[in-house]
């Protein structure tokens, strides 16, 4: 059964740092293009950060120099690496799959940013 789980959502004080990982199951994990999604509350979801099936990325404005996303094809996951992290990167995030007319999602982990 094809499956993305989300962990290392959680609590970060603003300035500090988070990594989130994305397992996925039961797909050809390499062939696959991913992407971090977030959605605040009240807010519609938007694409945070995208890696192709051959290493390029591509970041929203909002989180270009702070995030990193990375893939490692041994392991079936993808990271989101989250640096001097603030009020407003608080989110419900979401990990994305895509390959051809495939496209799976993720479950969510959330990550309040606060004080």
């Known amino acids: 059964q094809e499956q993305l789980v989300e962990s290392g959502g959680g609590l970060v004080q603003p300035g500090g740092s988070l990594r989130l990982s994305c397992a996925a199951s039961?797909?050809?994990?390499?062939?696959?293009?991913l992407r971090w999604y977030r959605q605040a509350p009240g807010k519609q979801r938007e694409l945070v950060a995208a890696?192709?099936?051959?290493?390029?990325?591509n970041y929203v404005d909002s989180v270009k120099g702070r995030f990193t996303i990375s893939r490692d094809n041994a392991r079936n996951t993808v990271y989101l690496q989250m640096n001097r992290v603030k009020p407003e990167d608080t989110a419900v995030y979401y990990c994305?799959?895509?390959?051809?007319?495939?496209?799976?999602w993720g479950q969510g982990t959330q990550v309040p940013v606060s004080s």
């Open positions: 994305h799959a895509d390959f051809m007319r495939q496209v799976y």
């Open positions: 039961g797909i050809t994990f390499i062939s696959y293009n």
């Open positions: 890696i192709s099936r051959g290493g390029s990325t």
